[in-house]
């Protein structure tokens, strides 16, 4: 059984007397340790789609199954709780708090899920090790460039042990070079095990991953895999 | 779920990323509560004065006095249908004796006179007493002794001094034993009496007691003629028997005087209802004291409420993020919740502070008693802990009821 697993789902928004289709019946399945891009422009659904996937909101109608939980079936609490065991969300603009130190945003989910402070600690200590911020732990993110701050946010999307990263436009907000080091850092968190989805409109970004998703008006109109020499170009 | 801990540190962390804000949004609570509690305890002070100052006369206790009370609290003099202050006698004192429920009865006549002492002179109220005055007012001899019956009967030249007297005539010696003048006579001083401080405006030690007979025949003057009495106090067995004991002497003095009710020529004081009514005067007086300055606490919620809503705007997108992150409503709404709380029970704590501070500054200037009980005290942090829930309640529902989408969003 795929990780994903989505079946014609829709989602509806009213707009005053009209009736907007975000997603209009979207079926597709998505593996354990896939690395993979939803493409499209604005207004293609991709956010509505990534929404749904990190349980912040449900479908109108349609099938969705994330590591055997049924997302539509769940309450508010349920869809918390799944978000902070599951999921490990990648914001374009980090989303950081500026008052707390790297490490203390690093451990933020893990305060929600009930780790207790001194296992806190030491998995976040080990998580920004390992996304190379070692030396950085007690600073804050105004102290640190925007990569940095990223792989915090990184860092801290890893910290719930989640068995998906969804990162929306992780590299929107960072210089070319800055985004193609973060790029990597996923490259290299998928092949230790993880399983990706990241979220863009940047066909680069999508290029750089092992499979692209395209959107346009709510359908899925492309489902491909990226060969190797494509891959590479952008990881240079 | 959050641990309770991190929840404490994580508002603590809140309320210190903007001193001034918390301090400020504090400060409405802390001056709420520093009133209510000042004025809570200035009240209940001058309520124990009045208490204690009435509790001093003497305990179930009926003083009849000369004319009728008016509704309006004079005394009608003898113009009036009945006689006047010339009404009581002895005899009618005699006749209260005779009464069921009595403990004692003491007439007494009050007199003014010059009292000089080693080139000292003093002008206390003289009152000829019965020894059972004594007993009827509660009241012990400090030194020496109190004059006995057959003192009083002989009319003696004997008197027992109010502490001060005794202080002002002979500030360096005792004065028992020495011997002072009034109004041309030698009197030998037997005995002090005990201090029993202000009541009102009256220093109640501001006395001589001297027996009844001798201030009639030798102080009084005309008005001590005949049989007369200016006061007859009656002291009942207990507490119980007091308002029934009370009848009794009117009727009895009405039956004597020959007098209808409605046309009294004499008045009976009850100081039990007295103090009571006066109690409740000051205890109402002391409530609505306290209910004005609870309208200050009022405002000091609507002040943490204000500025929670604000914070809960600026934060939205932490709300958001914390959403994402798997904080549930239940989450948010402690977290924003125990931030209003924080606020209003450490301004419930120093304002508890000021407020007995200031308690203590106004009673110290009108020398009342400081009453400050912990149930009060207590009361006062309680209270600001639920000004907090009520006033923190709303914007921390508004925080968890936020869309995390809509949230993360916003800029």
């Given at each position: 059984?795929?990780?994903?697993?989505?079946?014609?789902?829709?989602?509806?928004?009213?707009?005053?007397?009209?009736?907007?289709?975000?997603?209009?019946?979207?079926?597709?399945?998505?593996?354990?340790?896939?690395?993979?891009?939803?493409?499209?422009?604005?207004?293609?659904?991709?956010?509505?789609?990534?929404?749904?996937?990190?349980?912040?909101?449900?479908?109108?109608?349609?099938?969705?199954?994330?590591?055997?939980?049924?997302?539509?079936?769940?309450?508010?609490?349920?869809?918390?709780?799944?978000?902070?065991?599951?999921?490990?969300?990648?914001?374009?603009?980090?989303?950081?708090?500026?008052?707390?130190?790297?490490?203390?945003?690093?451990?933020?989910?893990?305060?929600?899920?009930?780790?207790?402070?001194?296992?806190?600690?030491?998995?976040?200590?080990?998580?920004?090790?390992?996304?190379?911020?070692?030396?950085?732990?007690?600073?804050?993110?105004?102290?640190?460039?925007?990569?940095?701050?990223?792989?915090?946010?990184?860092?801290?999307?890893?910290?719930?042990?989640?068995?998906?990263?969804?990162?929306?436009?992780?590299?929107?907000?960072?210089?070319?070079?800055?985004?193609?080091?973060?790029?990597?850092?996923?490259?290299?968190?998928?092949?230790?095990?993880?399983?990706?989805?990241?979220?863009?409109?940047?066909?680069?970004?999508?290029?750089?991953?092992?499979?692209?998703?395209?959107?346009?008006?709510?359908?899925?109109?492309?489902?491909?895999?990226?060969?190797?020499?494509?891959?590479?170009?952008?990881?240079? | 779920?959050?641990?309770?801990?991190?929840?404490?540190?994580?508002?603590?962390?809140?309320?210190?990323?903007?001193?001034?804000?918390?301090?400020?949004?504090?400060?409405?609570?802390?001056?709420?509560?520093?009133?209510?509690?000042?004025?809570?305890?200035?009240?209940?002070?001058?309520?124990?004065?009045?208490?204690?100052?009435?509790?001093?006369?003497?305990?179930?206790?009926?003083?009849?006095?000369?004319?009728?009370?008016?509704?309006?609290?004079?005394?009608?003099?003898?113009?009036?249908?009945?006689?006047?202050?010339?009404?009581?006698?002895?005899?009618?004192?005699?006749?209260?004796?005779?009464?069921?429920?009595?403990?004692?009865?003491?007439?007494?006549?009050?007199?003014?006179?010059?009292?000089?002492?080693?080139?000292?002179?003093?002008?206390?109220?003289v009152n000829g007493v019965t020894p059972d005055f004594l007993i009827a007012r509660d009241w012990n001899i400090a030194q020496g002794r109190m004059f006995d019956e057959t003192e009083e009967r002989q009319a003696r030249r004997v008197i027992v001094l109010g502490n001060t007297v005794a202080i002002n005539l002979f500030p360096n010696m005792d004065p028992v034993g020495q011997t002072v003048r009034m109004n041309g006579g030698t009197y030998?001083?037997?005995?002090?009496?005990?201090?029993?401080?202000?009541?009102?405006?009256?220093?109640?030690?501001?006395?001589?007691?001297?027996?009844?007979?001798?201030?009639?025949?030798?102080?009084?003057?005309?008005?001590?003629?005949?049989?007369?009495?200016?006061?007859?106090?009656?002291?009942?067995?207990?507490?119980?028997?007091?308002?029934?004991?009370?009848?009794?002497?009117?009727?009895?003095?009405?039956?004597?005087?020959?007098?209808?009710?409605?046309?009294?020529?004499?008045?009976?004081?009850?100081?039990?209802?007295?103090?009571?009514?006066?109690?409740?005067?000051?205890?109402?007086?002391?409530?609505?004291?306290?209910?004005?300055?609870?309208?200050?606490?009022?405002?000091?919620?609507?002040?943490?409420?204000?500025?929670?809503?604000?914070?809960?705007?600026?934060?939205?997108?932490?709300?958001?993020?914390?959403?994402?992150?798997?904080?549930?409503?239940?989450?948010?709404?402690?977290?924003?919740?125990?931030?209003?709380?924080?606020?209003?029970?450490?301004?419930?704590?120093?304002?508890?502070?000021?407020?007995?501070?200031?308690?203590?500054?106004?009673?110290?200037?009108?020398?009342?008693?400081?009453?400050?009980?912990?149930?009060?005290?207590?009361?006062?942090?309680?209270?600001?802990?639920?000004?907090?829930?009520?006033?923190?309640?709303?914007?921390?529902?508004?925080?968890?009821?936020?869309?995390?989408?809509?949230?993360?969003?916003?800029?």
């Amino acid at each position: 059984m795929a990780l994903i697993e989505a079946n014609n789902l829709t989602k509806l928004y009213r707009m005053g007397d009209e009736t907007v289709h975000a997603l209009a019946g979207v079926s597709f399945a998505i593996p354990q340790r896939d690395y993979c891009a939803i493409v499209g422009p604005s207004g293609s659904g991709k956010s509505t789609l990534m929404n749904i996937l990190g349980g912040l909101d449900t479908p109108s109608s349609g099938g969705i199954t994330i590591a055997g939980n049924d997302i539509g079936e769940m309450s508010d609490d349920d869809l918390a709780v799944f978000r902070n065991q599951t999921i490990g969300f990648v914001f374009q603009s980090f989303n950081l708090l500026p008052r707390l130190t790297a490490l203390e945003n690093v451990e933020l989910p893990m305060i929600y899920g009930g780790v207790l402070p001194k296992e806190r600690h030491e998995r976040a200590a080990a998580l920004l090790q390992r996304v190379g911020l070692g030396e950085r732990m007690g600073h804050r993110p105004t102290q640190l460039s925007g990569g940095q701050q990223q792989r915090v946010a990184i860092a801290r999307a890893l910290a719930g042990q989640p068995a998906l990263i969804l990162a929306d436009e992780p590299t929107g907000a960072l210089d070319t070079n800055t985004g193609i080091e973060i790029l990597g850092l996923f490259s290299q968190l998928n092949k230790e095990g993880a399983t990706i989805v990241i979220v863009t409109h940047d066909h680069d970004v999508a290029r750089a991953t092992k499979r692209t998703i395209e959107m346009r008006d709510g359908h899925i109109v492309s489902d491909e895999l990226n060969d190797r020499s494509a891959r590479h170009d952008a990881n240079v | 779920m959050m641990r309770t801990s991190d929840l404490i540190s994580s508002a603590g962390r809140a309320l210190r990323a903007n001193p001034m804000r918390s301090a400020l949004t504090a400060l409405g609570v802390i001056i709420g509560v520093a009133s209510v509690v000042a004025m809570v305890a200035l009240g209940s002070g001058a309520q124990a004065q009045v208490e204690r100052s009435i509790a001093s006369l003497g305990s179930n206790l009926l003083i009849v006095v000369p004319g009728a009370m008016r509704g309006g609290g004079g005394v009608r003099g003898q113009a009036g249908a009945g006689g006047g202050f010339d009404s009581l006698t002895l005899d009618d004192a005699a006749a209260i004796a005779q009464l069921e429920n009595v403990a004692v009865v003491a007439p007494s006549q009050r007199a003014r006179a010059q009292v000089i002492a080693n080139g000292a002179n003093w002008n206390p109220e003289v009152n000829g007493v019965t020894p059972d005055f004594l007993i009827a007012r509660d009241w012990n001899i400090a030194q020496g002794r109190m004059f006995d019956e057959t003192e009083e009967r002989q009319a003696r030249r004997v008197i027992v001094l109010g502490n001060t007297v005794a202080i002002n005539l002979f500030p360096n010696m005792d004065p028992v034993g020495q011997t002072v003048r009034m109004n041309g006579g030698t009197y030998e001083v037997i005995g002090v009496l005990e201090s029993k401080g202000q009541s009102g405006f009256q220093d109640q030690d501001d006395i001589v007691l001297a027996p009844l007979s001798t201030v009639k025949r030798r102080i009084a003057g005309r008005r001590g003629r005949g049989d007369t009495v200016s006061q007859i106090s009656v002291k009942a067995q207990s507490e119980d028997v007091l308002s029934r004991l009370q009848e009794d002497v009117e009727n009895t003095l009405r039956q004597r005087h020959r007098t209808r009710e409605g046309e009294d020529d004499f008045t009976v004081q009850n100081l039990s209802s007295i103090s009571e009514t006066m109690a409740q005067t000051t205890g109402v007086f002391t409530a609505l004291l306290g209910g004005i300055s609870a309208v200050s606490l009022l405002v000091g919620g609507i002040g943490i409420m204000n500025i929670m809503l604000v914070s809960v705007t600026e934060r939205t997108r932490e709300i958001g993020l914390r959403k994402a992150l798997g904080a549930r409503q239940s989450d948010i709404l402690h977290q924003f919740g125990l931030e209003a709380v924080t606020l209003s029970v450490a301004g419930g704590i120093i304002g508890l502070v000021i407020g007995v501070a200031g308690a203590w500054g106004m009673t110290t200037l009108f020398n009342l008693p400081l009453v400050v009980s912990p149930l009060n005290a207590g009361l006062a942090i309680a209270f600001s802990g639920l000004v907090g829930v009520v006033f923190g309640a709303y914007p921390a529902w508004r925080a968890a009821k936020l869309d995390p989408i809509e949230a993360l969003r916003r800029e």
